[in-house]
C-alpha cells in the first residue's frame, strides 16, 4: 500500500471498535469493570452449591442477605463508574469500603476474590482522571498537513 492508496472505508465492526474506544477513554472503564466483577463472587458464593459426586457442598451462611446486598451494590457501583462518570470518587471509595466489609461478612470477600477485585476498582476509580480534550486538527495555517499539535511534538496517547 503506497500513499497514493485511497482509503477504503471502515466497515462496520471497526467503526464500533473505534466508538466503544472513545467511550471507554472517557470514563474509568478498568475500574467499573474490576468493581462489578468484584460483586459477583461476593454474591454468588453464598448460595452455590457445589456437587461432588453424590455429594453436595452448600456454603450458604447467616449473613447470605448481606453478601448478596454488597454484590449488588458493587455491580451497581461499578455500572455507575461506566455510566456517571463524575461519581467515580464517590463510588471508589464507597467501592473499597463495602469490599473491606465484605471480609467480615461474606466468607472472606467471596475466597478473596471478590474483595481483591472490587478494592482494585475501588483504586482505580479514585486515581483515575478525565484527559484533556485533543485540539482540532490544524489545517488553517497551511503548514500542518492536518496534523495536531500534539502529534508534530511526539506526544502519544495510552489507551
Known sequence: MSAETPVQSAGNFARLRLRFRDWRGSRPFWAGLFTLLGGV????????????????????????AGSLI???LLITLGLTMWFQAATRIFA???????ALVSLVISNIGGF?????????????A???????????YD????????????DRDGG???G
Request: no cysteine; charged share 5%.
Open 41 to 64: 463472587p461476593i454474591a454468588y458464593f453464598p448460595y452455590a452449591t457445589l456437587q461432588l459426586g453424590t455429594m453436595s457442598i452448600t456454603m450458604s451462611t447467616t449473613a447470605g
Open 70 to 72: 454488597i454484590g449488588v
Open 92 to 98: 471508589g471509595v464507597a467501592a473499597i469500603v463495602l
Open 112 to 124: 478473596l476474590v471478590g474483595f481483591l477485585l472490587a478494592l482494585v476498582g475501588g483504586a482505580l
Open 126 to 136: 479514585v486515581s483515575w482522571a478525565p484527559g484533556r480534550p485533543q485540539p482540532p
Open 139 to 150: 489545517t488553517a495555517d497551511g503548514g500542518t498537513d492536518g496534523l495536531r499539535a500534539q
Open 156 to 158: 502519544h496517547r495510552v
